[in-house]
């Protein structure tokens, strides 16, 4: 993106009667790259809340199928703090 | 060996009687007190992740004794885990599932969404992920 830019700025300075149209002309590619980060700040943003719950998915069914037997008898062996 | 259980049947009765208890003692260790009080008046309730939490306001000894349960299980958690090639949490959460399941009537659990619920005769409402 800032490549494009640079001609277009060369330009401007080349031609010095048309200063005003090119000034135009350079208006919406100098934005572009403002507007392409605006777009990808918006969708970092989005996805701040659905992270919490994928960490709580992390933990897979079959995980905790392998562990629940251990577990149960852990929790009879160790009676007093559960 | 003979000789002396028989020459000292006191001794020998002693140590059965302390046998005896430590084996009771480890098999059948008993709620600290101010818990179960607590846990059947329903301050206190068993938590999707594993550990106990409060459901009101707690008074700063039930914190103490919640709070020395909870560093407790967590020691025991780490260790299973480990001996399991699992996480604490994952380990911790498979013991929340069973936790609630040995919950009984008119005990404090919490639902997956994270309100608190009063278990009934009906089964708990558990995680889909629980066995």
């Keep these: 993106m800032t490549r494009s830019c640079k001609p277009a700025t060369i330009n401007r300075m080349n031609s010095g009667n048309n200063q005003i149209r090119s000034r135009i002309r350079v208006w919406p590619l100098a934005a572009m790259p403002l507007l392409l980060t605006m777009g990808g700040c918006i969708t970092v943003k989005a996805p701040d809340k659905p992270i919490v719950i994928e960490l709580n998915i992390n933990i897979k069914q079959e995980v905790i199928y392998r562990l629940a037997a251990d577990a149960a008898q852990t929790i009879d062996k160790n009676a007093e703090i559960f | ?131």
């Excluded at chain 2, 009984?104 to 659990?109: A, I, Q, R, S």
């Design chain 2, 1 to 131: 060996m003979v000789r002396t259980v028989t020459s000292t049947p006191m001794f020998a009765l002693t140590a059965l009687a302390l046998a005896s208890f430590g084996l009771s003692s480890s098999a059948m260790a008993q709620r600290d007190p101010a818990y179960a009080a607590a846990r059947e008046a329903g301050q206190v309730g068993e938590k999707v992740d594993g550990y106990l939490g409060y459901v009101g306001p707690a008074s700063p000894a039930l914190r103490a004794v919640v709070e020395d349960i909870n560093i407790k299980r967590k020691a025991v958690y780490a260790q299973k885990a480990q001996a399991n090639n699992a996480t604490v949490e994952e380990y911790a959460l498979t013991s929340g599932c069973v936790l609630i399941d040995h919950t009984v009537p008119g005990e404090k659990y919490q639902a997956p969404g994270g309100s608190w619920q009063t278990r009934t005769a009906a089964a708990p409402q558990r995680d889909s992920r629980c066995p």
